[in-house]
Every structure is written in structure tokens, then in C-alpha cells.
């Protein structure tokens, strides 16, 4: 089996990703991460990137044709990344939700603790890592319906939708394991 999770910035894909993955013995592959490594490289911040992934189509190539060569040679693994569902669609497909001021929150917190994250460099507070936020969803939402057609925030294409806002990280993964646990082969 191989899962994909999706979701809306802040919501916790990656803390529960890397549970998922530890709970399950499996690997996790990381799409965000390819995309911050690149943005690095070329010496922008992760929202100049995916900016100019609105006119260039290369910058979700190198992501792209990762996941699909693992959803084509691996079995039982995560992957997290906004087209990961519609790449590899064998998937059991998760899409995680926020409401998006809790999200400016927890990202703006992270970034005072000193994770790295790439975000724009004109973030100072949860204002303006809520622009962020906002800004990064339309270049996302532009991007995804050019490239690929679709809209990766409708919840129709995944087979578990989860808000959680309100959840801690732990109490999230548990709802999903679940799910999952349902789905595994006996």
C-alpha cells in the first residue's frame, strides 16, 4: 500500500508523516523537502520558487517524476506532496485541513523556535506568515489547475479528509492509523 497525504499548509503533514511512517515500519518521502532543497540551490526562499513555478513548469518536474518512479518500483511507503494523490492514484489518498490562522500560528511559532522552513523572508509576524499563507495557496491553487488541471484542495479526490485544527499532532495520527489500519491487508 502506498500512502499519499495532501493537505493545506500547517496542518501537520509532515509531523504526522513521519508518526504514520514509524507506526507503520515504512519509508517516507518528503516532496515539500525536494522543493525547499531546489529553492536552496537557486538561492530564493520557498514562495519565490513556487512563484515562478506559475510560468515554469520545471519547477514541480524534478518532485513530480520522483513520486512517480517510487509509486512505480516501491510498495509500502508515505509520501507527502500536493499532487502526490493524483501521481501515484493506487494511492490511499489523505488530505490533512486547517483553519488557516491556527496555521500562521504554528508555522510563525516553529520559525520563533528555529525550525527551517525556507518561508518568504519578510515574515515578522502571524500576520504576515498568514499573507504567507494566503499567497501560497492561489500561486498553488494557479499552478495545479495550468499543470495539471485540478484542484488539489477538493476534498472529493481523497479517501480520508481530516481538519486539524483542533487536534494535537499525536491525537491526528491516531485518527488516521486507524484509517489505515482498516485498509491494510489482513
Known amino acids: 500500500m502506498i500512502i499519499t497525504i495532501c493537505g493545506t499548509p500547517g496542518s501537520g503533514k509532515s509531523s504526522i508523516a513521519k508518526i504514520l511512517a514509524e ?10 523537502g525536494i522543493l525547499r532543497q531546489q529553492a536552496q540551490e537557486k538561492g530564493m526562499t520557498l514562495m519565490e520558487y ?3 513555478g506559475e510560468t515554469d513548469p520545471s519547477v514541480d518536474h524534478d518532485v513530480d517524476e520522483f513520486i512517480k518512479k517510487k509509486g512505480e518500483t516501491e510498495d509500502n ?5 500536493r499532487t502526490a494523490w493524483l501521481i501515484i492514484p493506487h494511492s490511499l489518498k489523505i488530505y490533512l485541513t486547517i483553519d488557516e490562522k491556527r496555521a500562521a500560528f504554528l508555522i510563525f511559532r516553529d520559525l520563533q523556535k528555529g525550525v527551517k522552513r525556507n518561508e518568504a523572508n519578510d515574515i515578522n509576524s502571524e500576520e504576515d506568515m498568514l499573507a504567507n499563507i494566503r499567497s501560497r495557496m492561489e500561486t498553488d491553487k494557479l499552478r495545479y489547475r495550468k499543470y495539471y488541471n485540478t484542484d488539489v484542495n477538493d476534498p ?4 480520508f479528509v481530516l481538519d486539524t485544527t483542533k487536534l494535537t499532532i499525536p491525537e491526528a495520527a491516531d485518527k488516521i492509523y486507524e484509517f489505515i489500519k482498516g485498509k491494510l491487508p489482513k
Do not use: A, N, Q, T
Open 77 to 81: 511507503f508515505i509520501v507527502e506532496g
Open 50 to 52: 513556487i512563484k515562478l
Open 156 to 159: 472529493g479526490h481523497y479517501d
Open 23 to 32: 507506526k507503520l515500519g515504512w519509508p517516507r518521502y518528503y516532496g515539500g
